[in-house]
């Protein structure tokens, strides 16, 4: 079956009982069992929900990986795919990632005596470089939140599978529709289902999508152990936005060109991240490994006073944090999302103070356009 089909039907069978064309809300926390140790492989929703197991059948078609585990936000995602590792451990992490994974990896998971290298991964030779014996693992976002860096997954899969290290793609800002990482030779995919997967800024969620065996048993006996998963109700949600999503990713990708070609041509615009752009450094490697570019663009304004009038001055765009959803939101990373980064290596990453994200909605995008440029004629 071809993708958007995917995306329609996997995981959305029939209700059994009643025929309902739309997966019923399990909403319950336990099962009536017919007799001791007798049920009908529900035991207790922790454990085992329907609707979140559609939303997991889903989830994995769509990324071509054999299992799913939902959880309860993209950080629990995050945090459960960690707890693959043991005390001794060595991970490889891109050295731009969102701000609140490496608050995770370096004030809490660094307690634990897990090691963390955070190396620029857009040359694979720095991987290379970085790796240990204890190396057990690497942590790429590709494209980066929110300087667009791109990692080549296939360069770097052929690295670790040498190596027998596994691959952790966060694939949020691309969704399925645009990249799909295990194709690519990842071993394992982790979304925020909160961005493009729902779609529609209402709800939390993230999901671990995997192959390897031993893996997805131990990722099963860690959601169930640790007990992050997602609610029956976010389930739906995201289930229900990933029947969208296609025609959602390619509105996105439309109005992001155009979006990103207009503050390109900017003249106040001092700088524009975007790896649909032919001036983007891995612009090439964009075509390669993704389908489109979606709606992620970020942009320099030259200064914290530049960026609070923009961010302030805006209208259509709401200033919010997150992305992906049909409204387009505009964020300020280096007081908002990436905070946690030291400013050292925020300016050193490109997060500077006149740094400006944009999630591009799926509006008329000259209304967007509009908006746009009124706000950064003001500067
Ligand atoms: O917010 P949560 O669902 O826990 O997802 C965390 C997360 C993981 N990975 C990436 C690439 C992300 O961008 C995020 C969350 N990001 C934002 C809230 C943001 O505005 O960038």
């Known amino acids: 079956m071809k993708f958007s089909t995917t995306a329609i039907h996997a995981g959305n069978e029939a209700d059994e009982s009643t025929g309902a064309v739309s997966v019923p809300i399990y909403q319950t926390s336990t099962y009536k069992q017919e007799g001791l140790g007798k049920h009908k492989g529900f035991e207790y929703a922790r454990t085992q929900n329907p609707t979140r197991i559609a939303l997991e059948q889903n989830l994995a078609a769509l990324e071509g990986g054999k299992a799913c585990f939902a959880f309860a936000s993209g950080m ?14 060595h991970v490889i992490v891109s050295d731009n990632t969102y701000g609140g994974t490496f608050r995770l990896f370096d004030k809490v998971l660094k307690n634990f005596g897990i090691e963390f290298s955070y190396v620029d991964t857009r040359e694979p030779q720095n991987i290379e470089d970085a790796a240990r014996a204890e190396t057990r693992m690497v942590f790429v976002e590709t494209p980066t939140n929110p300087v667009m860096s791109l990692t080549d997954l296939k ?10 290290i596994r691959l952790v793609v966060d694939n949020t800002f691309m969704s399925p529709y645009f990249q799909r990482p295990l194709e ?8 925020s289902t909160t961005k493009y997967l729902n779609g529609h800024s209402d709800s939390i969620g993230g999901a671990v999508i995997l ?7 131990q990722m099963a006996f860690i959601q169930n152990a ?3 998963i997602i609610s029956p109700m976010d389930s739906w949600l995201v289930l229900r936005g990933t029947k969208t999503l296609v025609v959602r990713m390619k509105q996105h990708d439309e ?22 752009l032919k001036s983007h450094p891995q612009h090439e490697l964009a075509c390669r490994q993704m389908s489109g570019f979606g709606g992620m663009i970020s942009f320099e304004t030259g200064s914290l006073e530049n960026a609070k009038r923009v961010l302030e001055g805006v209208r259509v765009c709401t200033l919010g944090e997150s992305l992906g959803g049909v409204e387009s939101l505009i964020s300020h990373p280096a007081t908002m999302t990436h905070a946690s980064v030291p400013v050292q290596e925020r300016n050193r990453l490109g997060i500077t103070d006149g740094l400006v994200r944009v999630s591009v909605g799926i509006e008329d995008v000259e209304d967007i356009i509009e908006d746009l440029d009124q706000a950064i004629n003001e500067l």
């Open 155 to 164: 360069a770097v899969s052929e690295i670790t599978r040498r190596r027998g």
């Open 255 to 276: 109005n992001g060109r155009v979006v990103a070609q207009f503050l390109s041509e900017h003249p106040r615009v001092e700088r524009v991240y975007y790896p649909g």
């Open 184 to 191: 690519l030779g990842a071993d394992i995919v982790i979304h």
């Open 211 to 217: 192959n390897d065996e031993e893996d997805i048993k």
């Open 226 to 228: 640790a007990g992050a």
């Open 76 to 89: 629990a995602a995050i945090n459960a795919t960690m707890t693959l590792l043991r005390a001794g451990d």
